[in-house]
């Protein structure tokens, strides 16, 4: 599959944890973006990389951080979890620095702090 | 800064129906316009891109700069339609603002 690759599909894990979350690109892409999709705020732009460096940022809280590595592939880090984190995390990727031919988006990985 | 705003958080119509998702946009500079569809369970895709002024699976949109708004339209709603759907822009350094999502529901 040469589209992107997010895993765990599904986490639970209690409050005060810390937890990641793995992102491979699409096979050629340079950038990678994170989102957050909660239910009542819809898709929340985190972060974005461009071929290992941060790009641009967004609503990403200080208890969350991200890197992508020399492969391209990413992680989101996320500690400290609160319930209000429990969310779907979206990573996306593109070919250049901008949106340009659009994203190619993964499945996603639910999160659900108990 | 950047907005997209979709004022229907759910729209349903009948098949065979016309169908027009709203989405308006505000941005200082010349924005890149998207339409994205989540289906039921799965991930988001692409729907299509103002810049390549394509119909996929029947819809359209057409940027109005005037109006600042990238309508999503489709003259017949078939039933397999019903999805999610985000307008996205991608402005300033490549950064996607999307929508809240519009539910379409197409009823047989």
């Known amino acids: 599959d040469s589209g992107v690759t997010q895993t765990p599909k599904h986490l639970i894990t209690a409050t005060g944890q810390r937890v990641t979350l793995r992102c491979s690109p699409r096979s050629g892409d340079l950038s990678v973006y994170w989102y957050q999709q909660s239910l009542d705020q819809g898709l929340q732009f985190l972060i974005q990389y461009y071929n290992g460096e941060e790009r641009a940022k967004g609503n990403i809280l200080e208890r969350f951080s991200a890197q992508q590595f020399p492969d391209l592939h990413s992680e989101l880090n996320l500690s400290s979890l609160e319930l209000g984190d429990s969310a779907l995390y979206f990573c996306?990727?593109?070919?250049?620095?901008?949106?340009?031919?659009?994203?190619?988006f993964g499945s996603g990985t639910r999160l659900t702090v108990v | 800064a950047q907005r997209v705003t979709q004022p229907e958080k759910l729209l349903s119509v009948f098949k065979g129906a016309p169908v027009e998702l709203k989405c308006n946009y505000s941005?200082?500079?010349?924005?890149?316009l998207f339409w994205y569809v989540q289906y039921s369970r799965q991930r988001l895709q692409l729907l299509l891109r103002?810049?390549s002024r394509e119909s996929i699976k029947g819809f359209t949109a057409d940027l109005n700069k005037g109006e600042t708004s990238f309508h999503l339209k489709k003259p017949f709603a078939q039933e397999e339609d019903s999805a999610m759907y985000y307008c996205a822009l991608s402005g300033w350094a490549g950064k996607s603002t999307f929508g809240d999502g519009t539910t379409l529901t197409v009823k047989p």
């Open positions: 996306a990727s593109s070919a250049f620095r901008g949106a340009g031919d659009g994203y190619t």
């Open positions: 103002h810049i």
């Open positions: 941005y200082s500079g010349s924005p890149e």
